[in-house]
């Protein structure tokens, strides 16, 4: 999997709007671009994952630079219960169907701190 | 929602003791894996599975073994536990792709963990 680079930390106050930044410069086009967080003491959860359109669902935004070498995650309010470490991880599209064992390769990922 | 159990969530043992850590899926996903995670550290995958009776090591060497003889159930055992297997043990899960839907199969569903102190 190609290698993600983000901050190791950030702080929000609830109910604002938090904007996770990564960089994925060495991106290939068959990469998917998947975001998981860990609350704490719980395994991770997937969060939203996108290719080249900006993607939304009920738990986050994904918006994908048109070069695709960075993304970045908005919480849209954050809430207490945001606050856990996410994980940018990008993942061959290939991987899925073809001979890998679809493998997550998680990094440091961002700790995010919400204040009341 | 995603219907991955793990058991048990907490586990203290004595050194030497052979023990096994339960994971259990209700979604009929052929892939199943095993991950190991220190405090405060990166996820590492130890074992995978493609299907019943298919094991295969991860990334980080492990001392522990694992078998998939019923697609729903994953178990990990430690057959000696010494205190350098202490960590946090997190089992997931994901469906094989529909080969005619591109970029399906790619999300992982995981357990809560347990989380292993040896003694």
């Known amino acids: 999997d190609a290698k993600t680079t983000q901050p190791n930390s950030m702080e929000s106050n609830e109910e604002e709007p938090v904007h996770l930044p990564c960089n994925h410069s060495?991106?290939?086009?068959?990469?998917?671009i998947h975001w998981y967080r860990q609350l704490p003491s719980q395994g991770p959860e997937y969060v939203i994952h996108?290719?080249?359109s900006n993607v939304n669902n009920r738990m986050a935004s994904l918006a994908i630079a048109e070069d695709r070498k960075s993304s970045t995650l908005i919480l849209h309010r954050a809430t207490l219960r945001d606050a856990a470490v996410y994980y940018c991880?990008?993942?061959?599209?290939?991987?899925?169907?073809?001979?890998?064992?679809?493998?997550?390769?998680f990094g440091q990922g961002t700790i995010l701190t919400v204040h009341p | 929602e995603a219907d991955i159990y793990q058991t048990p969530r907490y586990l203290v043992i004595g050194t030497g003791k052979k023990i096994t850590l339960e994971c259990s899926q209700t979604?009929?996903?052929?892939?199943m894996y095993w991950y190991q995670q220190d405090p405060g550290m990166e996820l590492h995958l130890i074992h995978y599975?493609?299907?019943?009776?298919?094991?295969e090591k991860g990334d980080l060497s492990s001392e522990s073994t694992v078998s998939r003889i019923r697609t729903e159930h994953f178990p990990l055992t430690l057959e000696s536990a010494r205190p350098s297997h202490t960590s946090q043990y997190l089992c997931?899960?994901?469906?094989?792709?529909?080969?005619?839907?591109?970029?399906?199969?790619?999300?992982?569903?995981f357990g809560a963990g347990t989380r292993l102190s040896v003694l």
């Open positions: 997931a899960s994901s469906e094989s792709p529909d080969p005619t839907v591109i970029g399906t199969g790619n999300i992982q569903y």
């Open positions: 060495t991106i290939s086009g068959t990469d998917y």
């Open positions: 996108g290719l080249t």
């Open positions: 991880i990008l993942r061959d599209v290939r991987d899925a169907g073809g001979t890998s064992y679809g493998k997550l390769t």
């Open positions: 979604m009929g996903h052929d892939k």
């Open positions: 599975s493609y299907g019943v009776n298919s094991t």
